[in-house]
Structure formats: structure tokens, C-alpha cells
């Protein structure tokens, strides 16, 4: 077993990404408009990227972060998913999806727990667009066969990176 201290992602650790934000799914709140039960915003500020979910219907110019009797939190948006310890609801995006960070200090492990994906790529730079470092490259869509029968009609499972 490995144990390492995690690096929280913040604003200023995050570089980009190609999943958008805010989703589709995740539309900014807006003071202006009437939110009925259940319906999803996201709020985006410095260091905050949250989505929550109305409690009440005809609930109009309540800010979410400040009115918890009638917004609930439900989580990170889309884009942020991908760096909340509390695993299970995890970003999803279109092929390839690519994101940067910079972790601010020397780091020596990735860890990619719970990533679906067909491949995975790891490019490690001195610092931001400088010299590569390190690359890794990891075919993840594998099919574990021991005979002919399983490996013409067993699945093909996700590695773990």
C-alpha cells in the first residue's frame, strides 16, 4: 500500500480542462429567475465551484450559498468532480477529455482513482510549458483471457491505472 499526502486542487492549482463549465445540465444561477423543486444551478466564484438544488418550487432571487432552507447542496459542478475526495459522483466529459494543474510544489504520485476511460495519458512538465519531465502513456481497455473460448467472447474490462 502507498500513502501520500493529497494536494487540494484549488483555482490557482487549476490550469484548464476541456470539460466546460458551467455544464449543460448545470446552468449558472441567475437572481432573476423563478427555480422550481428540483431544479439545478451551479454558483462559480473564486475557489468555489458548487452545484445545488432547489427545495421549493417558486423560489426566486434566493442565493443558494445563503438560503439552505431552500437550496441543498448537492456537490462540485461537472469540471470539479474530478478533484472531491468524496468519490461516486465523478466528472464526465467527451473523448479525449484533458486536464492541467499545477500542483505548486514537487510531487512524486497521481492518483487517478475510479477513472473510466479507454486510455490514460500523464505528461509532467517543469512547470508550466516547460521542458516534459515525464510521460506515461496506459492502454486501460484490456480483455483478461486465459483460453480461446474467453478471449473471443469475454469482455473488455477497465484497468485500474
Known amino acids: 500500500m502507498k500513502a501520500f499526502l493529497p494536494i487540494d486542487i484549488t483555482d ?6 476541456t470539460i466546460a463549465e458551467p455544464a449543460a445540465a448545470e446552468p449558472a444561477w441567475n437572481s432573476g429567475t423563478t427555480y422550481a423543486v428540483d431544479n439545478e444551478v451551479s ?3 473564486a475557489n468555489s465551484h458548487l452545484v445545488y438544488k432547489s427545495l421549493v418550487s417558486s423560489n426566486l432571487n434566493n442565493p443558494p450559498a445563503s438560503s439552505p432552507d431552500k437550496w441543498f447542496l448537492k456537490g462540485y459542478t461537472n469540471r470539479f ?18 486536464v492541467t ?7 512524486n504520485a497521481v492518483m487517478l ?7 490514460v495519458a500523464i505528461t509532467v512538465q517543469d512547470g508550466v510549458g516547460g521542458p516534459t519531465v515525464l510521460t506515461i502513456n496506459k492502454d486501460l481497455l484490456n480483455r ?3 483460453t480461446p473460448y474467453e478471449w473471443c467472447f469475454s469482455p473488455f474490462v477497465y484497468d485500474k491505472v
Not at 494543474?101 to 510531487?107: D, E, F, N
Open 81 to 98: 468532480r474530478m478533484f472531491d475526495w468524496n468519490q461516486g459522483n465523478p466528472s464526465v466529459g467527451l473523448s479525449p477529455v484533458t
Open 113 to 119: 482513482e475510479g477513472l473510466r476511460a479507454a486510455t
Open 43 to 45: 454558483v462559480v466564484t
Open 144 to 146: 483478461h483471457a486465459t
Open 12 to 17: 490557482a492549482r487549476f490550469v484548464s480542462s
Open 101 to 107: 494543474v499545477k500542483p505548486g510544489r514537487r510531487i
